[in-house]
């Protein structure tokens, strides 16, 4: 009876084991392989032949490429800040004030854009441009209508992850700097931004790649001579296999890596040093 | 001290207090709800000559209203929008349950994993997740394609056959644009939607609910699914709504690893409005596909409502 129970316990270790491994083989080997090819010499995607750097050189004179990364990392700096801006008060309005007028109707719509299919916000922003553009003759679609349609979706995300954070916050730390005379505008500078920091810093990068990624509503939106990186890639991607796609994904691939390992290492310490900090303050209460 | 502070700074504080609530729902209402309101509007016009026909018009003095329910008409009685519809669904709820089934045992395991072990295991679930989804999708092209290692892996070891027998494929040896592509992508780009909420979860539970199970005499096995199962099924349900509902919009995973047989309404929303030019009946179609989703998650929502208040 006890051998079995061993070997059953046993068992289910090395499966569990198991299981982790191959999901994790899952989730990583694709990207893998396409990291490998990129460095393929041949242009035929399912033959190895011999190592080679030629499609990142390629990549250097692929203006489409360039004009296109170009493009799609400005629209990710001003829709990600845009986005955290806007985020933020959102959040801030949802968690702090508990009544006012439309609350409901203004929390539905904050996170019905997660919900919302790409195609359909792509279309009724569109239909909404069009509608300006017969109105008013502007904006004519680009750079500032991508932006608008990524600001649109960033700002969800946003108010979400700031939201979550701002929830945990120990409401008392803001009352008691009104106590001491702070005015609202005070109380969020100096006691409430310190401690939402991180989650703000996770919301912009998360916002900043979901707009470096974004196809759908980039494609609804832009106009002639507004193609995005992502959109040169899918179109390229839509024809067939390229080694083109292979190399300048490598390049986003290592990029972000190496980005998400740096913002959660800083997080991390962010996150210690202020747990000392508030255990060091509030020592002497207990 | 509140309302002392309110009574000196009222209108300060209004100030302040309605421009936090005040740019963010005007920006809400102007490019979420009123974009919303034009597809509305535009699924009950017609097509003129040039242009959409106004719902509105004033002649002599008169105001009329045309609301055509023609487009309605129209998507019910073509039977390729209704099964656009049905396959989005399909494909929506085979994708939820691959991932379930991949997704559960891997959050179990890691819940499980020594506790040194679990902020590296959680950060290799969030980096794919982090990483562009369009390339995720374009890597299994690559695998998938003729002479891909994992098709040329499937077909040595005659799986293709299973998959054939399955229905999944249509010809033998031809893996890319069929059921199977679009699954494997769709199950493989959702999949830390699935683990996250089923971790965060499992992670929490209590332990000593399985030693008293053992102790009252459940195998291990027993225990699983008559104690850890019910207990995470609010992370189940968390995590099935994240799957399904952006399966059901899907477009980019369709478009590049699907094929003609796997029409998705994504993709009958895009090309109506780019191929046939026809926004009104794109818009028909995306109010359809709304009600669609609204359901699920009503249901879910009431479902979390009512849990919450048995919690209280």
């Known amino acids: 009876m006890k051998n079995r129970a061993l070997f059953s316990a046993g068992f289910a270790k090395i499966f569990g084991r198991g299981w982790l491994v191959a999901g994790f083989l899952f989730l990583y080997l694709p990207m893998l392989t396409l990291v490998v090819f990129s460095f393929n010499h041949s242009p035929l995607p399912s033959q190895w032949g011999g190592f080679s750097l030629e499609w990142y050189a390629k990549l250097a004179d692929d203006s ?22 806007l985020g933020t008060m959102a959040a801030f309005s949802l968690v702090k004030y508990k009544r006012f007028r439309g609350r409901t109707l203004f929390s539905g719509m904050v996170s019905a854009p997660l919900v919302m299919p790409e195609v359909i916000q792509g279309l009724s922003l569109l239909l909404l441009l069009v509608a300006m553009e017969h109105a008013f003759g502007f904006p004519e679609r680009g750079l500032l209508t991508i932006w608008l349609g990524h600001l649109m979706i960033g700002m969800s995300y946003a108010a979400i992850v700031v939201q979550a954070r701002l929830q945990t916050l120990n409401p008392q730390l803001e009352e008691a700097a009104m106590d001491l005379g702070a005015r609202p505008w005070q109380v969020f500078t100096l006691v409430t931004f310190p401690m939402i920091t991180q989650s703000l810093v996770s919301a912009w990068l998360l916002t900043f790649s979901l707009s470096l990624d974004d196809v759908v509503v980039s494609e609804f939106l832009s106009g002639p001579g507004a193609t995005t990186l992502p959109m040169v890639i899918f179109s390229r991607a839509r024809l067939g296999l390229a080694p083109s796609v292979n190399a300048v994904a490598t390049v986003i691939i290592v990029v972000v890596a190496i980005c998400v390992a740096m913002a959660s290492i ?8 202020l747990a000392a900090e508030i255990s060091a303050a509030t020592r002497d209460d207990s | 001290m509140e309302t002392s502070s309110r009574s000196r700074w009222v209108p300060r504080w209004w100030r302040g207090r309605s421009a936090v609530i005040g740019i963010p729902y005007a920006w809400l209402l102007l490019f979420f709800l009123a974009p919303f309101l034009i597809v509305a509007k535009y699924s009950v016009s017609e097509m003129g000559d040039i242009r959409v026909q106004d719902i509105v018009s004033v002649t002599d003095g008169v105001v009329r209203f045309s609301v055509k329910y023609a487009n309605y008409v129209f998507i019910a009685s073509d039977s390729l929008y209704l099964h656009a519809y049905v396959a989005s669904l399909k494909y929506a709820l085979c994708t939820t349950f691959f991932c379930l089934l991949i997704g559960y045992p891997f959050a179990y395991f890691m819940a499980r994993a020594k506790a040194s072990l679990q902020p590296l295991l959680l950060m290799l679930v969030m980096l794919p997740f982090w990483t562009s989804f369009l390339l995720r999708v374009y890597a299994w092209k690559g695998l998938l394609d003729d002479g891909g290692w994992v098709a040329n892996a499937i077909v040595g070891l005659h799986l293709d056959r299973v998959l054939l027998a399955m229905g999944l494929i ?19 780009t959702y999949l830390p939607f699935m683990i996250l909420p089923l971790y965060a979860n499992l992670s929490k539970m209590d332990l000593r609910l399985l030693e008293a199970a053992s102790d009252l005499g459940a195998t291990p096995w027993v225990a699983f699914w008559r104690v850890t199962v019910p207990l995470s099924f609010a992370g189940i349900v968390a995590g099935s709504m994240l799957v399904f509902i952006p399966c059901v919009g899907e477009y980019v995973t369709p478009e590049l690893l699907g094929g003609p047989q796997t029409l998705m309404i994504g993709r009958v929303i895009w090309d109506e409005n780019f191929s046939n030019n026809d926004p009104p009946v794109a818009a028909t179609v995306a109010v359809v596909l709304v009600l669609l989703i609204v359901v699920p998650l009503a249901l879910f929502n009431r479902y979390q409502a009512e849990t919450r208040e048995k919690r209280q």
């Open chain 1, 64 to 85: 489409e490429i360039l004009n296109g990364l170009w493009l799609s990392l400005k629209i990710a700096l001003f829709s990600a800040t845009g986005s955290v801006i």
């Open chain 1, 266 to 273: 800083w997080v991390a310490r962010k996150e210690r040093r």
């Open chain 2, 170 to 188: 249509e010809s033998p040896g031809q893996l890319m644009h069929t059921t199977f592509s679009l699954l494997v992508g769709m199950t493989y």
